[in-house]
């Protein structure tokens, strides 16, 4: 298999399935969530969002899970 193939197989199961791309807005948020904690968090424990890594990257992981688009079916 070549890597044009490989990307196609990709690109086929990221708009077939709708938990892959619910997976992937998921890890991105996450990851979002631990960079906002890491780089702007408060750290001296009053915010209760940015103190805690843990709590900012599941913060994220679930915006993310939230603005994951939709298939729209078209035209009917």
């Not at 968090?41 to 969002?49: D, E, L, P, S």
């Not at 990257?57 to 009917?76: F, V």
Request: glycine letters at 12%.
């Amino acid at each position: 298999m070549n890597c044009p193939q490989i990307f196609d197989k990709l690109r086929n199961s990221f708009v077939k399935h709708v938990w892959v791309r619910r997976m992937l807005f998921g890890i991105i948020g996450a990851v979002l969530g631990f960079s906002y904690y890491f780089f702007i968090g408060c750290y001296n424990g009053t915010c209760m969002i940015s103190s805690n890594p843990y709590i900012s990257t599941l913060y994220g992981a679930g915006i993310g899970l939230i603005i994951t688009p939709s298939k729209k079916k078209t035209g009917e």
